[in-house]
């Protein structure tokens, strides 16, 4: 456990490896736990570099509205203060549009991106599920465990938790033991709201992209991954059968397996 506090990073981070550095980010609401297993089976190809987004996990509590390109330079911050210059960078679902960001603040360092489960910005994507402030902060007004168990059941594919109790149980588990706090949720949902009413220009993302999402998700429809690739010009589309928005988790093995033929290549 690592946490920068003389550099311009001021949250929490974990390094997982040795080698060419990824540095990823996180979906909405979550800690960088979530892809903990991923980047020690993988370890052997690279550094993994997992920060916790501001007010998750570990990482300091926010008190003002921020942006998802402040998110962005986070990442940027932290890994000036590595002394990293060149990386690649992985973004599920809401951490998708956070990468798509720092690509755009810094084309030349980004060597190659993975986009998990997330969509593009602007005009021409199918819209995510409404989701209001008071919707969450109903959310929050049911019990931790209820809250969690709902929200993952509308999340992965519907047989998941029938077919694997112990792991659906440990998933319950993880992910009470970083629940955030339902200030730092709504901070994080307005920055979300403000990223998808500006188009980015996608087309000028030159780096491969490793476009992968789940071929049942219900949240983020999995047609935006084709339109990501259709617009992203070195890009490529991997749908995971059988499996909804939180498909790394479902199928870790084939995700990891796909996410090793990609990174080896690069």
């Known amino acids: 456990m690592l946490q920068s506090k003389t550099g311009k990073f001021k949250g929490h981070y974990e390094i997982i490896g040795d080698g060419f550095p990824l540095l990823c980010f996180n979906g909405f609401g979550c800690a960088n736990w979530l892809l903990r297993d991923a980047a020690v089976h993988l370890s052997d ?25 402040d998110l962005a330079r986070d990442g940027l911050n932290l890994m000036d203060d590595l002394g990293i210059d060149e990386f690649s960078v992985l973004g599920y679902s809401m951490g998708g549009f ?84 339902l200030d730092q949720i709504l901070l994080q949902h307005r920055a979300v709201g403000n990223f ?30 084709q339109i990501l690739g259709k617009r992203i010009p070195n890009s490529e589309v991997v749908l995971i059968e059988g499996t909804d928005h939180l498909f790394f988790l479902e199928k870790p093995m084939e995700v990891e397996e796909q996410l090793r033929r990609f990174l080896e290549k690069q």
């Open 45 to 69: 190809l690279g550094s993994f570099v997992l920060p916790d987004n501001r007010g998750m996990g570990k990482s300091p509590d926010c008190n003002v509205n921020y942006t998802i390109a």
């Open 98 to 181: 956070i990468a798509q960001s720092l690509y755009m603040m810094a084309p030349k360092r980004v060597k190659a991106m993975v986009l998990m489960c997330t969509t593009g910005p602007g005009e021409g994507f199918k819209e995510l599920p409404p989701v209001s402030e008071e919707m969450l902060k109903d959310l929050y007004r049911m019990s931790p465990k209820v809250m969690v168990e709902s929200n993952l059941k509308m999340t992965m594919n519907p047989l998941f938790p029938s077919k694997y109790p112990s792991r659906f149980k440990k998933l319950v588990e993880q992910r009470l033991n970083h629940l955030a706090a």
């Open 196 to 225: 998808l009413k500006h188009p980015i220009d996608l087309e000028t993302i030159a780096c491969p992209t490793l476009i992968m999402s789940g071929e049942g998700d219900r949240f983020v429809n999995p047609e935006n991954s």
